[in-house]
């Protein structure tokens, strides 16, 4: 059974900092790359962040360069988004998702995912 277990979420003020992670089990870690996306309250769904798990490379989305930081602990099966000088803005529910293939897949579009977890709130006071 494929799982995504997402964590980390939490209220914190601007300029703090959380760390998210996903869990992954029930797929083959090395095959797949894993991304995080948001979705606030009446918004639609954004891209954040993706790594690939066989290469290590990476994509931000522009609103979270130079703040947040995607990694994977392959042996874990573990990606985790490390989220600094956070903003109100960046209040969401954060999602983990699994996406079949290596390199370029990183820049795919949520629909493209294969597999997703549930979601952890993040709140950022102002």
């Known amino acids: 059974e494929v799982q995504l277990q997402a964590s980390g979420g939490g209220l914190v003020q601007a300029g703090g900092s959380l760390r998210l992670s996903c869990a992954a089990s029930?797929?083959?870690?090395?095959?797949?790359?894993i991304g995080w996306f948001r979705q606030a309250p009446g918004k639609e769904r954004e891209r954040v962040s993706c790594?690939?798990?066989?290469?290590?490379?990476?994509y931000y989305a522009d609103f979270v360069k130079g703040r947040f930081i995607i990694s994977s602990d392959n042996a874990k099966n573990t990606v985790y988004l490390q989220m600094n000088n956070l903003k109100p803005e960046d209040t969401a529910v954060y999602y983990c998702?699994?996406?079949?293939?290596?390199?370029?897949?990183?820049?795919?579009?949520?629909?493209?995912?294969?597999?997703w977890g549930q979601g952890t709130l993040v709140t950022v006071s102002s």
């Open positions: 029930g797929f083959t870690f090395d095959d797949y790359a």
């Open positions: 998702a699994a996406i079949a293939g290596v390199g370029v897949v990183i820049y795919s579009d949520w629909y493209e995912y294969n597999y």
């Open positions: 790594i690939s798990s066989s290469d290590g490379s990476t």
